[in-house]
């Protein structure tokens, strides 16, 4: 994994305590039971705070796999935006 | 604190703890506030499991309904203006027209009487702290942002009815909107995410709502007691230099904040809370200021005085001795960083707080601060009492050590010891008592409102609240005990007396009152040794023979065996246990 990947596993487990570090890089709405709506803004919200990047509530039912949220997040990142997206 | 950690406190919590259970009642989507609320929660319950339900969105009134049905301990309300109209609030389509402003006016102080009499019929022993709106009204009325309209005002006004008749409920605490605006800044609304998802606080602001919540549904135990420094302190200046008239603290000399500080510590001293002296210094000189007429502090508000030139620390000590109290209940205050230094050093419990000499914004804030610490919401007659039994009970000590022999001391004390076999439901003494005493208390367990009043309310439980007083005065109501029927035995489970009250053989008194009222031939005792119940710890091996280590029966053959002489009158009141 590399940084972001870890970083990003991080928020994942502090919304899915229950899920090994191995399993969130291949985690998607579908696999996981306890990931509903709800889960996903907590999920926003949590990446907002440890990245400081904002995503935008437009782009939410588009985020539903860790390896969506690591596209827009390296996007992000690469584009030098810390602000929405 | 962020989400994620609120998240991993939650988590973290003891899943085979008891729990506590709280209902947020809300009208917005809950989401993040009952996770903070959840979270911040945890941190001041560590020994519970705080689980926090919620209602169905939008829908206030439907969830304060639902409660009185829920057996949960605590209720936090968090309002918002949309829960009195939805017109005050961004996702309403509703016009803002001058008629349906008007409109929106009425609606709001109706839902406000509606929401004040669902909330008057929560059970008493649920715990509720309320939350005033805490987001900007939309741009409704006709005068600039900057303007106060009298719509508006209106508004406040209807508000400010329905929370000073709330305040008046025992168990229910408002939110202070000014200390909130402070700890909260703009902004705190988050329009994209209130109209998308029905989230209208930001993480931000929903962390600090969470945790003024929390503070009033479980508040710290208030501190008992202050001990001060003198010089730069109380007064400017260093008396021992310019002499008992050269001290000052008046606006004149610019000094104003010391009498400030002497005010605080007089209103509190009033409240029952405990202020003493240390101060090095020569004793006749400090005793002069004490003399002076324009003192803000009247000197019989404080006991003791420790003024010699011996270390703060030891001073410290002594004070903590006659007030017999831990170290953690008491605040020292100085203005030397090193006097801070030395007495935290050496009492590692006592909050230092530093008098910030000459800097007016860090004064106000250490008065502010010293209030918190020791802010009570009710003042019950012990504490009124605590003053005049400390000083009668340091009386009572310098007799017993060089009058008579103790013996016949107790015996021409002229006490008596008055047993309330049957204490009003609601009576908050006895709980206070439980929660607050930390030496002569069975096992440290301490209760929510709502957890003490169902274990009381069992019909096999016996529960009494014993009163003191003796030829030099009261101490009030200083013992509580209460236990089970189970059988032929008793199994006592909580067990207290304020430490103003030892010495006085009160405890062989209660426990052979027990006994006779119960007709049992034995008492179990769900003992735990903590840290700091030492006393009661010597008491039962005194009794025992032998030091117990957790829970133990006693007969009343052994009781009787180690029970020494007992003076005490006894008067009994309340219905049959």
């Known amino acids: 994994m590399n940084d972001i990947e870890k970083r990003l596993s991080k928020c994942f487990r502090a919304v899915f305590p229950d899920m090994a570090e191995a399993q969130t890089l291949a985690a998607t709405q579908e696999s996981v039971e306890a990931w509903d709506s709800l889960a996903t803004v907590t999920l926003v919200t949590v990446i907002d705070d440890e990245f400081r990047v904002e995503l935008d509530v437009e782009y939410l039912a588009e985020m539903t796999s860790f390896g969506k949220f690591y596209e827009f997040l390296t996007a992000a990142i690469q584009n030098g935006r810390d602000s929405s997206v | ?577």
């Open chain 2, 1 to 577: 604190m962020t989400l994620a950690e609120a998240l991993n406190i939650v988590r973290n919590a003891p899943n085979e703890a008891g729990s506590f259970d709280v209902m947020l009642a809300c009208g917005f989507t809950p989401l993040h506030l009952r996770t903070f609320l959840c979270a911040h929660l945890q941190q001041r319950l560590p020994q519970r499991l705080v689980r926090v339900g919620s209602g169905l969105y939008g829908d206030l009134p439907g969830t304060l309904e639902r409660v009185s049905g829920d057996p949960v301990q605590a209720l936090a309300i968090a309002l918002e203006w949309s829960d009195l109209d939805p017109r005050l609030g961004y996702r309403s389509t509703g016009s803002w027209s001058e008629p349906a402003v008007r409109d929106a006016l009425n609606v709001a102080a109706a839902a406000l009487r509606q929401l004040a009499s669902a909330i008057g019929r929560v059970p008493s022993h649920v715990r509720i702290a309320v939350s005033l709106p805490t987001l900007p009204l939309p741009p409704l009325f006709r005068t600039p942002g900057w303007q106060a309209s009298g719509n508006e005002l209106l508004l406040e006004h209807e508000l400010s009815g329905f929370a000073l008749e709330l305040a008046g409920r025992r168990g229910l605490a408002v939110a202070n909107r000014r200390c909130l605006e402070e700890e909260s800044p703009p902004p705190r609304y988050h329009p994209k995410s209130d109209l998308s998802l029905g989230l209208p606080h930001t993480p931000a602001h929903a962390d600090a709502l969470a945790f003024t919540l929390a503070r009033l549904l479980a508040p710290a135990a208030p501190k008992k007691g202050i001990v001060t420094d003198l010089d730069d302190t109380v007064w400017d200046g260093i008396v021992g230099e310019v002499g008992p008239d050269g001290v000052s603290w008046d606006l004149a000399g610019h000094h104003h904040l010391h009498a400030l500080y002497q005010k605080l510590l007089a209103a509190l001293s009033a409240r029952g809370i405990l202020v003493g002296v240390a101060s090095k210094n020569d004793a006749a000189v400090v005793e002069k200021v004490f003399q002076r007429p324009d003192l803000v502090l009247p000197p019989d508000r404080v006991f003791p005085f420790e003024v010699h030139w011996d270390a703060k620390s030891r001073s410290v000590a002594r004070i903590l001795g006659a007030w017999n109290i831990a170290a953690e209940d008491v605040i020292f205050v100085d203005d030397s960083p090193m006097e801070l230094a030395e007495v935290a050093e050496a009492h590692p419990g006592v909050r230092c707080v530093r008098f910030p000499k000459g800097d007016y914004q860090a004064g106000l804030a250490m008065l502010r601060e010293l209030r918190d610490l020791c802010a009570n919401e009710e003042v019950s007659e012990e504490d009124s009492l605590r003053l005049g039994s400390l000083r009668q009970g340091a009386r009572f000590q310098r007799l017993v050590e060089s009058g008579p022999a103790p013996e016949s001391f107790l015996e021409q004390a002229d006490a008596t010891v008055t047993v309330d076999w049957h204490p009003a439901f609601g009576d908050s003494r006895a709980l206070e008592l439980v929660n607050k005493t930390n030496q002569f208390n069975l096992n440290g367990l301490r209760f929510a409102e709502a957890d003490w009043q169902l274990r009381v309310a069992q019909p096999d439980t016996v529960l009494a609240v014993l009163s003191y007083e003796d030829k030099f005065g009261q101490l009030g109501r200083i013992m509580v005990i209460q236990g089970r029927r189970n059988g032929p035995l008793l199994e006592v489970d909580t067990w207290v007396m304020s430490c103003r009250a030892f010495a006085r053989r009160i405890e062989y008194q209660c426990l052979r009152m027990l006994f006779a009222r119960s007709r049992v031939s034995e008492i179990r005792f769900a003992f735990r040794p903590t840290p700091r119940n030492g006393p009661i710890q010597e008491f039962f091996t005194e009794i025992l023979g032998q030091k117990p280590e957790g829970a133990f029966p006693m007969t009343n053959v052994q009781f009787e065996a180690k029970c020494p002489p007992l003076y005490h009158r006894v008067k009994e009141c309340g219905s049959e246990a």
